[in-house]
Every structure is written in C-alpha cells, then in structure tokens.
C-alpha cells in the first residue's frame, strides 16, 4: 500500500510539472519595442504576473548589453559590481524562484538618464493564472479563408486566335503585340525625325 501511494504521489507531482512547463511563458522585455532607450518599462511590467518556470528574453542591438544587479545597484544605476554581465543582442533568463530581480543596460548613461532598467517580480506558479494569461494571447478564432487555387504555370495562357491570350476558362485576356518582322519598313518613326532626315536631304541638294 506504502509502495502504490508513493507511485501515486509521484505520478501526481510529474503531472503538475508538465503543466506547469506547458503553460510556462516566455515574454519578451519590452514586448515589440524590445530592450533599448527611452521605453517605459514600468509600463510594460504592469498587470503581468511573473511565474516560477517562466521565461524573460532581452532583445537588443549590439550597442547594447544586459547586467543583473542587486536592488542598491539598481537604484543608483551602479555597474561596477553586477551579479552577471550579458551580451550579444539575445539573453534569456529562467524564472526559477520567487522573489525580485533587477535589471540594467550596463552602457553609461542607458541607465541612469534613460529608461534602460527594469524589475521582475517572480510569484508562484498558478495555474489558473497561466491558463487565463494563455488565453488572453490567444489569437481570436474566425473563419478561414481557403487559399485561391492558381492554375499551374503552364496553362494559366494558352494562346489564342488573331494574337490573344485565352485565360483557362475559355474567356479572352489582353492582346499581345505581334512581333514585326526584322525586313518591315518603320513607319512608325517619330515625326519629329522625319523632319530632321528630310530637312538634311534638302540642305544636301541645295549644296
């Protein structure tokens, strides 16, 4: 009986892992804007809930990097003596406890005269929580268009009578131009050039 109710126990807490793992989040710091000057982060914090085995990714140019301090740094914008210094334009980090955690941009002035700085606070994972933050990201669900379907290459023209493009459906497209032949007069020159040849026969004669 003791052997079954540990089986049982451990089966239940494996269970509450994975969906925990499946409902985690991985938020991008600043959302589209990303991690660079002058975003309002305080902003983008606001009415998110930070849970155990979720996920924070910064985002950002090569000019800027990713420093962990401790809660005095942060308010003082020091970056003599981070926990961890990042870089490279893509840095993630795993929620794994409760608790806060501070970040800034260790480039000078980005922190203290900018807005490059940020607090993440970590709660317990909750599962209705997830799954109510999960369904707020869905995407709305609507009918489907189906794709159109295109004829394949070569049959979407075939030729015509009297130089036409006939479409598929039997139906008449644009006219295309026939080719003149090589030995054909140009009686299309412009006007303005048959002045000038027969302007320059005329002088001819009269020398």
């Known amino acids: 009986m003791k052997i079954i109710s540990g089986t049982l126990l451990l089966a239940a807490v494996a269970v509450a892992a994975l969906a925990a793992t499946a409902s985690a989040k991985d938020y991008t710091v600043g959302g589209s804007d990303q991690w660079d000057t002058?975003?309002?982060?305080?902003?983008?914090?606001a009415g998110k809930k930070f849970m155990v085995g979720d996920t924070i990714t910064f985002k950002y140019m090569p000019y800027h990097n990713v420093l962990?301090?401790?809660?005095?740094?942060?308010?003082?914008?020091?970056?003599?003596?981070?926990?961890?210094?990042?870089?490279g334009g893509n840095t993630a980090f795993k929620l794994t406890a409760t608790g806060t955690r501070y970040f800034i941009c260790g480039i000078p002035n980005h922190c203290l005269n900018g807005t490059m700085h940020v607090t993440i606070t970590t709660v317990p994972y909750d599962a209705a929580a997830a799954a109510a933050a999960t369904a707020d990201d869905a995407p709305a669900?609507?009918?489907t268009?189906?794709?159109?379907?295109?004829?394949?290459?070569?049959?979407?023209?075939?030729?015509?009578?009297?130089g036409h493009k006939v479409t598929p459906s039997g139906g008449a497209a644009e006219k295309s131009p026939a080719?003149?032949?090589?030995?054909?007069?140009?009686?299309?020159?412009?006007?303005?050039?048959v002045a000038a040849l027969a302007l320059a026969a005329l002088v001819a004669l009269v020398a």
Do not use: F
């Open 141 to 143: 669900s609507g009918p």
């Open 145 to 162: 268009q189906a794709p159109l379907q295109s004829p394949p290459a070569d049959a979407a023209y075939a030729p015509g009578p009297a």
């Open 68 to 87: 962990e301090v401790t809660a005095a740094d942060y308010a003082s914008c020091n970056v003599d003596s981070p926990i961890s210094t990042h870089s």
């Open 38 to 45: 002058y975003i309002d982060y305080d902003n983008w914090t």
């Open 179 to 193: 080719a003149a032949p090589s030995n054909a007069p140009r009686y299309g020159q412009p006007v303005a050039a």
